[in-house]
């Protein structure tokens, strides 16, 4: 797959949606979260108000694909 996207101009590898897909299940982690308290909660980050919470009643994941390092 590496080799299809080097391709691409400037050979920055631009994979698309379908080899995201494959990149992300592939390689992503999985998690084990230790619950003592509400805020340790995972789900999708919410406004409420002038607040920014965690719904864990809705799941959410956040992918970022990025040619550049963070």
């Known amino acids: ?3 299809e996207v080097r391709k691409k ?3 920055v ?3 698309d949606t379908r080899q995201k897909d494959f990149l992300v ?3 992503a982690p999985g998690f084990i979260q ?5 805020y340790d909660r995972l789900g999708r ?6 607040r920014v919470e965690v719904d864990p ?3 959410r ?9 963070f």
Do not use: C, N
Not at 45 to 50: D, L
Not at 61 to 69: A, H
């Open 45 to 50: 980050v919410v406004w409420k108000g002038e």
């Open 1 to 3: 797959m590496m080799e």
């Open 9 to 11: 101009p400037l050979a």
């Open 61 to 69: 994941r956040y992918i970022i694909i990025s040619p550049k390092p």
């Open 34 to 38: 230790d619950v003592v308290a509400p």
């Open 57 to 59: 009643e809705r799941s």
């Open 25 to 27: 299940r592939a390689f």
């Open 13 to 15: 590898p631009l994979p």
